[in-house]
């Protein structure tokens, strides 16, 4: 691939910055650097504009309702914020649904890709020699496009081959290969990034983190699949988004990264663990009933294609970029658990739904 010097965007769209991980993203820059900041979001149930509170005044932050399969609204955004950047994010990603109702994940992550491609190209194509040299596309990804891991050594890298398992993770590895495909073909200048398992604050309920903290604090059940031998890489939200705003910034059009937290466990260690915290951080919320949190475990029938292991080499994106995650699993766990107790405003908007009344003139 062509060698490029660090580039530093000026204006980055977003798309699904009221997301889990975009918004994230939009917090650290407005929070860490002088970027201008675009977020396109459809706003489905996963996105949540309350999550960017502290953003929304900020003069260098600006939103825009749309869905990704909407050219013409494309268009219309990409002509008038001038992005050169474009941090693309949004997805469907929980694995349960995509195996209920694989239709939404199709349109959202592959023909959604497509159209952002398109755009995103038409308006590349009209901009001046220097303005193209400057522009990126950075595809955000998952590590589920990689399938899973038999051998207890063994990690994904930038060139392990892909084999998904479910059809999010199918329909995220086809929207990846659009991306290369669009720098090979096209020109057009690329980039693609790899996560592990994402945990943090401001995560949807439906997620196993938050899932598990939340029905803790209410006395339900607390589902785990199969044995829950399951083994997943875990990244702190707030790790993941500097190493995006790194690649974004300083990584190599065509390259790709693989980013991961170092931090294996399985799943019925990461249950363990969050009981252990609330133990020790909320023992006054435990439920009548029961003598420790872990009472509530509860082994489910597992579901279909469940990958065994996932594992991340990060080694490239630590030599090339110098990011490496700040967060332990332990240090990351009890700062989410912690932030978990301290907004309880927030998750119970959503799990009222309330939060969806923001959505109204947007």
Aim: charged fraction near 25%; charge should be negative; hydrophobic fraction near 35%.
């Amino acid at each position: 691939m062509v060698k490029d010097a660090n580039v530093t965007p000026s204006k980055i769209l977003i798309t699904g910055g009221a997301g889990f991980i975009g918004s994230a993203v939009v917090r650290h820059l407005i929070r860490h650097t002088e970027h201008q900041v675009v977020n396109l979001d459809k706003l489905t149930y996963a996105g949540n504009l309350e999550s960017l509170a502290e953003v929304t005044d900020s003069p260098r932050y600006a939103f825009e309702h749309a869905d990704i399969t909407d050219r013409s609204a494309l268009d219309r955004i990409l002509a008038q914020h001038q992005p050169n950047a474009i941090m693309h994010l949004a997805a469907e990603s929980h694995v349960d649904r995509s195996i209920d109702g694989p239709g939404e994940f199709i349109q959202t992550n592959m023909v959604g890709t497509y159209t952002l491609l398109e755009a995103a190209r038409a308006y590349w194509g009209r901009m001046d020699d220097s303005s193209k040299a400057a522009f990126r596309f950075h595809h955000i990804s998952t590590d589920e496009v990689y399938g899973d891991l038999h051998g207890t050594d063994d990690l994904f890298t930038e060139t392990t081959p892909y084999a998904p398992s479910s059809p999010y993770s199918a329909s995220k590895a086809a929207s990846d290969h659009l991306v290369r495909a669009w720098l090979r073909t096209y020109g057009f200048p690329t980039l693609v990034t790899n996560c592990s398992n994402n945990y943090g604050p401001y995560h949807f309920p439906e997620k196993l983190i938050p899932h598990i903290i939340l029905n803790a604090l209410h006395g339900k059940p607390l589902p785990v699949y199969g044995d829950g031998q399951q083994i997943r890489d875990w990244l702190y939200v707030e790790d993941h988004a500097r190493a995006l705003v790194e690649v974004v910034t300083k990584g190599e059009v065509g390259e790709t990264y693989n980013i991961g937290g170092h931090n294996e466990q399985r799943n019925l260690t990461v249950v363990h663990t969050i009981c252990d915290l609330l133990e020790e951080l909320a023992p006054e919320r435990k439920p009548f009933g029961i003598s420790n949190y872990r009472d509530l475990i509860t082994f489910v029938k597992d579901r279909p294609g469940h990958d065994a292991r996932y594992a991340i080499d990060a080694g490239k994106i630590e030599r090339e970029l110098g990011w490496r995650p700040q967060e332990t699993f332990e240090s990351g766990m009890r700062k989410t658990v912690q932030w978990y107790l301290d907004n309880e405003q927030w998750w119970q908007r959503v799990l009222s739904g309330a939060y969806k009344l923001e959505r109204i003139g947007c």
